[in-house]
């Protein structure tokens, strides 16, 4: 394993850096307020983009990346979703994919966009998988990436079942063997759709080996892209990750448009 991130987590003078770099900076990501700008440009962007941040997160972890996108001319959206003091992802993946659901139709319908590109961070990942798979987005979907999202489960998801205690929560939906997790690797992805999960080799909250893809026989849209000395957060607003998303989301408008002829 690369070792740049796990030394400084033991290493005193520089472990701060190294636990926001795999949990997100605490006044930014946690206290900070709601700094996402409401914007209602949807239907203005050839390209469009839907970020889904994580369990325990808010959006402005991706306060960076949207930046970026829009920058290079995508429209970009975000949603609360909800949870514990209404807004740290805490709810079950089936309630947050059916409020995905339907909150892109209500925007489509509104706006007249007929595509989205979706990006998930951790958890969003699979928020975004169920959203495809079972509660139809595959006919929106021009391509998924995920950032750390354990496609397997994680372990360490029992870090957050200890943290929720009797609260309801959706940290259970991410171990391994979950019924979501069994769910969503038991049932085919659409083909059709390009799925790409890029990982960090130095990813302390959701190990590399949960996020690798493994496509069977048939399921060839899936693509899994290796990244080292990024922590789990850091896949967010790493400029490394950037590019990569950006190269993804560009091949995939390719055949969004060769899709629709």
């Known amino acids: 394993m ?32 709601d700094r996402v700008v409401r914007r209602g440009d949807m239907g203005e962007h050839s390209e469009l983009v839907l970020l889904l941040h994580g369990f325990f997160q808010t959006r402005n972890l991706f306060e960076v990346m949207e930046d970026r996108l829009r920058f290079d001319g995508y429209g970009v959206m975000s949603f609360n979703l909800g949870g514990l003091l209404y807004r740290f992802n805490t709810q079950p993946v089936d309630r947050l994919a059916e409020f995905i659901s339907d909150k892109i139709e209500n925007l489509a319908e509104r706006h007249g966009f007929d595509g989205l590109h979706i990006i998930g961070h951790s958890k969003g990942g699979l928020i975004a998988r169920r959203y495809i798979q079972h509660y139809g987005g595959r006919q929106r979907a021009k391509c998924l990436i995920t950032l750390g999202t354990p496609h397997h489960g994680t372990p360490t998801a029992l870090v957050g079942v200890a943290l929720m205690g009797v609260l309801p929560s959706s940290a259970s939906d991410l171990l391994p063997r979950s019924r979501i997790i069994r769910r969503l690797n038991g049932d085919p992805f659409p083909p059709d759709i390009p799925l790409t999960s890029i990982y960090s080799r130095d990813d302390v909250v959701c190990p590399y080996w949960a996020s690798v893809l493994r496509p069977r026989k048939g399921e060839c849209s899936m693509c899994n892209v290796q990244v080292r000395d990024v922590g789990h957060s850091q896949l967010a607003w790493d400029p490394g990750v950037f590019r990569i998303v950006r190269d993804k989301l560009e091949e995939a408008s390719s055949l969004w448009r060769e899709r629709k002829g």
Not at 2 to 30: C, H, K, M, T
């Open 2 to 33: 690369g070792g740049g991130v796990f030394s400084r987590l033991v290493n005193p003078w520089n472990a701060y850096e190294a636990w926001r770099d795999q949990l997100g900076s605490v006044r930014s990501i946690y206290l900070g307020g």
